[in-house]
Structure formats: C-alpha cells, structure tokens
C-alpha cells in the first residue's frame, strides 16, 4: 500500500470517527451509563455492526455504480417509495442537525461562559460559513480531526478503574436493573438510533462519490468503514463506561449537553479546586478577623452538611443560581455535600489536590515551572486557631 492509499485510509478513518460519535452519542451513551451502568454495551456492538455493514455496502455502490446511494433507491423502488424515504431521512437529518447546532453552542457556552441562546446563532453562522468556504476534503480533515479530540474519555474510563467483569458482562444481553423494561427498550432504540442515522451514510456515500472512488478502491472502504467506524464505536464504549462509573454511583441524571464534559474531567483525580487566598502580610495584620471568618465558614459548612437543613439549601440554589431547576439543586446538593469529595468538613487542604493543580499549572502555564510542594502555599495556623488548637 502506498504513501497516498495510507493517508486515504487515515483521512477515511478520522472522518468515520468525526461522523460516528455524534452529539446524539455524547448525550444518549452518558445518560444510557448513568442509568443502567454497563448494560447496554452490547447494542452499542450490535449498532457499530449495522453501521458499518450498511456503510460499506454504501460506498461499494457509490465506487462502482459513482453514484450516491439514495440515487438507486429512488431508481429500484419507484418514485413513491423513493420519496417517502426521502421525507423521513431529511426529518431525522433535520433533527440532528439542531442537535448538532445545540451542541456546538454548548462547547461555545463551556468554553466562554456567554449565554447559550445568544451562541446559537453565532453556531449556525460558523457551520454555514464552513459548508460554504471550505472543500469537501477540508471538511472531513478538519471535523474529522477535532473529533479526535473525544479520545478523552477514552482515557477516562481506563483512569476511573471501572469493574472489567461487569464491563465485560454488559456486552452480553440479559436481564436488566435500574429502571423499567420500557426504559430500558427505550435506550436500546435510542443508542441503535444515535449509532445508525441516515446522515452518516449519506456523507460517507457523497464522499465516495466527490474523491472518485472506483473498483481499487473496494478494499479502502471496507478498511474504512470497518476501523472508522469500529473506533467511533470504541469511543462510544467508553462514553457509557465512564458515565456507568462516575455518574451512576452518584445519582447523577446527565439531562443538560453540558453534563457529559464533566465525565472526562474526573480522569485528573483528586483537584483542589476551592480555595481561599490572602497575602501573608495581610494576614499577619488582621489575624483576629481572619480566625472569625474561618470559624464563620466552618459553621456554615457544617450546617449545610445537615441534612435537616437540606430543603432550605436547595431552596437558596434555586434562588440564587440562574437556570438552577429543582432537579439540578438535588443533585448539586448529592454532589457538593455527598460522602465522596464535594466540600471539605473541616476545611482541611487538600495536599493530592493540590499536587495535581501545581502538576498541571507547571506544565501549562507560561513559562513552565516546576512546582511541586504544596505546603509553600498552605499556612494551616489560622486553620488551627479557628478548631481552638494550640
């Protein structure tokens, strides 16, 4: 195989996993983990199947007959039929397409912290200029490319130490637990949904098409659809192992987009990432306020800990976050105030947290340092004169 067949099937390969691993994936597969741990495995395979079987056969017809697929649907099965399809493969498409937009506005909103309605647009302007300014190589390079990036949560869930023989179980079907026989057909529809959808073909065909795909190049698309695809299906694995192991233990529902980014972020360990900061020389000058202030945030912890105080936490949540709904403020409440991580009872440092902070700001800031001791930063005898130690 030469040079330019390698860097086909590369390009082809990158694209199926850019197409595969959708934001229907990256919601459905998390909240498929979330709420039936690692037992829908197996439909994620038997959609990675269908896919790729289906995807092959359709670039076989666009090499040999250069034409795409639907054009030979609409041909073999008359107008009426050919039509009806039509019709409901665009319906899907549309919808996906909106989630798609929803999603980008979402990664936007992640990343700026502006308003999600006013990123919207902005979305749907940057998608439209791109279909309409760059070339179709350009478009699977680049988006093909970025989805590399979901890589991540690959790493997640090798990181979070998930039980492999219940991972490995769940790629047998059987019976099922954590909700109700309709939920759980309900997932199986859905994941095969989010793992089939007619865009994908459509793409991988025209693609075929537009790079003049001939009969040599049969073999780079059974290559191509059978890796492509089968590592956007691994990612897809690793999605709902991640949410099985982080969110489902938790009680965590992943009912908003953003929701699935916070799996990966789990991968670091333990983070310090509440802190309170003073010069030392203040400090020294206004100790007696300092102590107060420690004493006055110790109580307050201790009292949102009581769960006899939890209905009127929420209540706080609810008025004072925007966009918190009572739902989101239980689970924060779990999160935050739970028996694993969340806030410190006693207000004591964590010293791995913060390794892992100095780790990563030596290795990202600019320019690179080495930090490593966290007690250069850490003055506990405040702490200690607030506990009443001497």
């Known amino acids: 195989m030469n040079l330019k067949n390698v860097l086909a099937v590369a390009l082809g ?3 199926a996993i850019g197409g595969f691993v959708d934001i229907g994936d990256l919601v ?10 690692f037992q829908l495995l197996w439909v994620v395979v038997l959609g990675v199947v269908g896919i790729i079987v289906y995807s092959e056969m359709c670039g076989r017809v666009a090499a040999v007959a250069k034409r795409p697929v639907f054009d030979l649907v609409r041909e073999r099965v008359g107008f009426g039929a050919g039509l009806s399809t039509l019709i409901a493969s665009q319906v899907v498409n549309l919808m996906t397409c909106a989630a798609e937009i929803g999603g980008v506005a979402i990664c936007l909103q992640l ?20 279909s309409w300014v760059l070339p179709f190589e350009w478009i699977e390079r680049v988006f093909g490319y970025l989805g590399l990036c979901l890589l991540v949560f690959a790493v997640a869930a090798i990181k979070l130490h998930p039980d492999w023989g219940k991972v490995a179980s769940g790629f047998v079907p059987g019976s099922h637990s954590g909700g109700s026989l309709m939920v759980y057909l309900y997932f199986v529809v859905g994941l095969l949904g989010a793992a089939m959808t007619p865009y994908e073909v459509y793409f991988y065909s025209s693609g075929a098409v537009e790079d003049w795909w001939g009969l040599q190049e049969l073999g780079l698309n059974k290559v191509t659809s059978m890796i492509g695809y089968g590592l956007g299906g691994f990612l897809s694995l690793a999605l709902m192992i991640v949410a099985g192991t ?13 929701t699935p980014a916070l799996a990966s972020a789990d991968a670091l360990g333990a983070y310090q990432g509440t802190v309170g900061v003073a010069r030392r020389s203040w400090a020294r000058e206004h100790d007696a306020a300092l102590v107060g202030f420690i004493r006055a945030y110790l109580a307050a ?3 949102l800990y009581d769960r006899a ?17 009572p739902a989101l403020a239980k689970q924060s409440y779990d999160l935050l105030l739970g028996d694993k991580g969340g806030l410190s009872r006693d ?7 913060m390794r892992t902070v100095l780790r990563l700001r030596g290795k990202f800031g600019s320019p690179p340092k080495t930090l490593t001791d966290p007690m250069k930063y850490v003055d506990l005898s405040y702490r200690e004169k607030a506990l009443g130690k001497p």
């Open 111 to 130: 990343l700026s912290g502006l308003p999600y309605r006013l990123l919207i647009p902005l979305a749907v302007a940057g998608l439209a200029v791109a």
């Open 301 to 303: 912890t201790h009292w």
């Open 28 to 37: 459905f597969n998390t909240q498929a983990g979330a709420t039936f741990g």
């Open 309 to 325: 105080n939890r209905e009127i936490v929420e209540a706080i949540l609810i008025a004072n976050v925007r966009d918190m709904t």
């Open 13 to 15: 390969i990158l694209s």
């Open 347 to 353: 207000l004591a440092p964590d010293l791995a947290g």
């Open 246 to 258: 982080l969110f489902l233990p938790l009680g965590i529902d992943p009912q908003f987009l953003g």
